[in-house]
């Protein structure tokens, strides 16, 4: 046709060409990937490795520990206490401290009271719950209490024109102290303050026992202490 310009060139597929900076690039990565591996060789050797089993307690076996016998001490209470001691004139055998004279004695001091259980010849874990019970003696309050006569504070008063001597009633103060404090001591109270102490020294002493005589590392499992249940 008349003022048609010259027939355009069919386009041309570049295939199979390829750029001239793609085989240095490969050739940089390759020695790089390759002194990456000759450093963390010795690195890995220098930094080492370490396996160790742990063993695990089949939770559906019972155990037996043996324990050395004798006596556990588990608690300590400590415990501020007060005692008093009067003594009166009598008159025909009735009570005239009123009207011949009395003194009264009280001393104030720290008491410590201990409580153990008796050590089994074995003691049996039995499985519960994902753990272990352990029941036990109730404890014992060791007698008789310890008192602190270092801090103890003593006080008299007196009354009447004949009280009583003062020495006489502090020796008699001091001879009934004793035998109250053990009274108190198995007080329903004091038993329930020392049990979470006790329940810790027992678990403790469970674990213990169980390393030794299992041997080794021993996972740490849950162990349910029952104060005054059938050992």
């Known amino acids: 046709m008349p003022g048609a310009g010259p027939p355009s060139s069919p386009p041309v597929a570049h295939t199979g060409a390829r750029r001239p900076w793609v085989l240095p690039v490969l050739a940089l990565a390759l020695v790089l990937a390759g002194a990456s591996f000759a450093w963390l060789g010795p690195l890995r050797m220098l930094l080492g490795r370490s396996e160790q089993g742990v063993p695990v307690l089949d939770p559906t076996r019972v155990l037996v520990l043996r324990t050395p016998g004798g006596h556990l001490e588990v608690s300590t209470l400590v415990k501020v206490e007060e005692f008093g001691w009067r003594s009166s004139r009598t008159c025909l055998w009735r009570d005239c401290g009123w009207l011949l004279g009395e003194r009264l004695g009280t001393v104030r001091a720290p008491v410590h009271y201990t409580y153990r259980i008796p050590l089994a010849d074995t003691w049996t874990l039995r499985p519960a719950g994902g753990g272990y019970v352990l029941s036990v003696p109730a404890p014992q309050p060791l007698l008789p209490p310890a008192v602190d006569l270092a801090k103890a504070k003593f006080r008299s008063e007196k009354g009447g024109l004949l009280a009583p001597d003062g020495a006489a009633n502090q020796a008699l103060l001091m001879r009934n102290l004793g035998p109250e404090l053990e ?49």
């Open 183 to 231: 009274r108190r001591a198995g007080r329903a109270e004091y038993l329930r303050a020392q049990a979470p102490m006790a329940e810790q020294t027992i678990r403790e002493f469970a674990h213990k026992w169980m390393r030794e005589q299992l041997g080794g590392a021993v996972a740490p499992l849950r162990i349910e202490v029952r104060l005054g249940g059938d050992a």
